[in-house]
């Protein structure tokens, strides 16, 4: 007979099995909960897994320099993908137009949108994200009365849309958005998130392609001017010249070579020669048509090159402009600097090295043609260029060797004979090309540098032969010498030391130098000149402007010099006396040399008649092969003692003609008719 149990034991295991089974639904809930939590857990790293492995692809996309346009698809493409979204758009503003963006990249745009792929730069929710410069959301939550910010999504029953700014090296240039058609849309800070992690991909790709087309613009292009490099320009010559053998438009190079620019950039310092070249440019893309195309190729070299030529002189006439161009005064500062250049031409058909170098052998052929000119390629340039560098060679080892020579032109008095002054000119004895006239070798040594040495040693032989004369001939202090100057030695800082060391080493008197110089050497850089030349008149030394009419002076620069003498040159001198004669320019010279209180000497007197004429011009000094050839310091002593300081034989009005032996000029000389 079963025992009955007590009703407090049962009321105890009836509680023991109900927290048993409480226990249990917890627990169940509890495995629940995290079971869900779990797979919460699960599908936020197998989407966070999805975000990583599309970054990882963008950024693979950006590192191999795919094209950024497919790297920026992609990113429009990921965004409509991760965020579930109908829409999405990459708005770039127009680098040309700020205040327009354009569509770069879409994905599930409408025709509306494929036909316009542009907005005003502030309009929607777009233009919100560039002005603000943060993220911003249009969705159920911020406000459904959003219409403007979904302007610049257009397409039907868009419900939420947001975007964020991209940005190009820390400056906001568009903004990446996302728009979706699901109703109540909510965008989550998850999904805010990642359209911020896509939109600093995109930012990425933009910075990374900006950055590789800079590496390659510096690649092919002059960091100081902008323009083509060498590696640029041979490159287009291939092409063009690839295009003209198929029966186009020929082609020709010009090649470029600033005259006396090492004297800026020593002398001045490389900042002024850096803002000369600068200026130079500019002036030189100026004179050329849209297609041509202008390269630096290194230094003070520039090149051109010319496409569809319709006729021979095409070429000449562009190299003309260019030179054209340059003869006004560049303006650096306030300083104003001249400069000329040598430019040569080659034209035709071949590879693009040779034609490159044939312009650059007319170059040198026109640079010893004198400063601002221009030649045409020769086939037999190659052998007058392997020849000038074999000179260069010889002029080197001609200073050191002193195989030069200084000789000696006297400048007479018209009036009466009176030799007023001598004016030393260098001469070089060649051991195989026997006397080398200074017009083939003193532009060498600009242009290869040796001016300096070459000018020293002029002044130093000059100021010796001068100090002698002097005391020889003390009765008559107003004998001077004068010594030639170049432009490049006008432009060094050391020159009116120069001078004080040569004259205290001769032991000359100052007021027994004067020093000439060129016209055209002044107005290179006539600021520096003038600081230069108060420098020299401080000395005591007089100043001469050498072959006046030649260069691009005006009275007002003239106005400014302190200068003693004015030397004609020669070729108006030799306008003169006979048909179609230059007198009244000459008589036009010879007047502003009096209004400017300076003596006045003509160059080149090679007939009685010219000789006659500048007397009644007004013209008292000159110098000339009718007067006196240069002679070595001897003859020149002789001619001294024999005319006479006091004038008498020879060079007066109504002295003998040349060619008589009691003539100065048939006295024993040089033959030398490359002299004045």
């Known amino acids: 007979m079963a025992t009955e149990r007590d009703p407090s034991e049962l009321a105890a295991f009836l509680a023991l099995i109900s927290s048993v089974l409480q226990n249990e639904r917890g627990l169940r809930a509890d495995s629940e909960h995290q079971a869900e939590e779990n797979a919460r857990l699960l599908d936020a790293l197998r989407e966070r897994q999805v975000l990583l492995e599309r970054l990882a692809q ?229 004179c050329l048509r849209p297609a041509d195309t202008i390269a630096r190729l290194g230094g003070d070299e520039f090149a051109v090159l010319l496409e569809e030529l319709r006729e021979p002189g095409d070429a000449a006439r562009a190299a003309q402009r260019l030179l054209d161009a340059l003869k006004a005064p560049f303006d650096l500062r306030g300083r104003e600097f001249f400069i000329s250049a040598s430019i040569g031409i080659a034209a035709g058909a071949g590879d693009a090295e040779t034609l490159l170098r044939d312009a650059d052998l007319a170059m040198y052929r026109a640079k010893g043609r004198g400063k601002g000119r221009y030649a045409v390629y020769e086939p037999g340039m190659h052998t007058a260029i392997v020849e000038r560098l074999e000179l260069e060679v010889d002029l080197k080892r001609a200073l050191e060797r002193e195989e030069l020579a200084v000789v000696y032109q006297p400048v007479f008095s018209l009036l009466d004979g009176r030799v007023t002054g001598v004016e030393a000119l260098v001469r070089w004895h060649h051991p195989t090309r026997g006397v080398v006239m200074p017009e083939n070798f003193v532009p060498l040594a600009e242009e290869s540098g040796l001016i300096g040495e070459l000018g020293r040693w002029v002044l130093r032989k000059a100021c010796h032969q001068g100090a002698l004369w002097r005391a020889k001939y003390p009765g008559h202090p107003g004998l001077g010498i004068g010594v030639n100057i170049s432009g490049a030695q006008l432009q060094e800082p050391g020159l009116v030391q120069e001078v004080a060391d040569a004259l205290a080493e001769s032991q000359l008197d100052a007021t027994g130098l004067m020093l000439e110089i060129t016209e055209t050497a002044l107005m290179e850089s006539f600021d520096n000149a003038i600081e230069q030349m108060d420098a020299l008149n401080d000395l005591g030394v007089d100043l001469a402007i050498d072959d006046f009419g030649t260069g691009y002076s005006s009275l007002r620069y003239l106005r400014r010099l302190p200068l003693d003498v004015m030397k004609i040159e020669k070729s108006f001198v030799g306008g003169i006396g006979g048909p179609g004669e230059e007198a009244e320019l000459l008589r036009a010279i010879v007047d502003l040399a009096g209004i400017f209180g300076l003596r006045v000497v003509a160059e080149g007197i090679e007939r009685p008649d010219q000789r006659e004429r500048l007397l009644e011009l007004g013209c008292e000094l000159g110098q000339g092969h009718l007067l006196a050839e240069p002679l070595d310091a001897a003859d020149a002593d002789a001619l001294l003692l024999r005319v006479g300081l006091l004038g008498g034989e020879g060079a007066g009005p109504s002295g003998p003609p040349a060619g008589d032996p009691s003539s100065p000029a048939t006295i024993e000389r040089q033959v030398d008719r490359g002299a004045d």
């Open 58 to 286: 963008l950024q693979r996309g950006i590192v191999d320099r795919l094209p950024v346009h497919e790297v920026l698809d992609a990113v429009v493409e990921s965004a409509c993908e991760l965020l579930d979204c109908r829409v999405g758009i990459l708005w770039i503003a127009d680098p040309d137009d700020p205040d327009h963006s354009a569509a770069v990249a879409t994905m599930g745009a409408d025709e509306e949108l494929l036909e316009r792929r542009r907005q005003p730069t502030d309009e929607g929710l777009s233009g919100r994200a560039i002005s603000e410069r943060t993220l911003v959301v249009a969705d159920a939550v911020i406000g459904a009365g959003h219409d403007d910010d979904l302007a610049d999504f257009p397409h039907d029953g868009l419900t939420a849309a947001m975007a964020a700014p991209v940005f190009e090296r820390s400056r906001v240039v568009g903004s990446l958005g996302v728009a979706s058609t699901e109703p109540g849309r909510v965008y989550e800070a998850r999904d805010q998130q990642v359209l911020l992690s896509l939109a600093e991909h995109a930012s990425l790709a933009l910075n990374h392609a900006r950055a590789g087309e800079e590496a390659v613009h510096e690649a092919l292009h002059d960091s100081l001017t902008g323009l083509p490099n060498r590696s640029l320009f041979l490159d287009r010559m291939r092409h063009a010249l690839a295009r003209a053998e198929r029966g186009l438009e020929p082609v020709a190079v010009l090649f470029c070579d600033l005259d006396g620019f090492k004297t800026v950039n020593d002398s001045l310092g490389h900042r002024t020669g850096d803002r000369l070249l600068v200026s130079v440019a500019e002036r030189l893309i100026e």
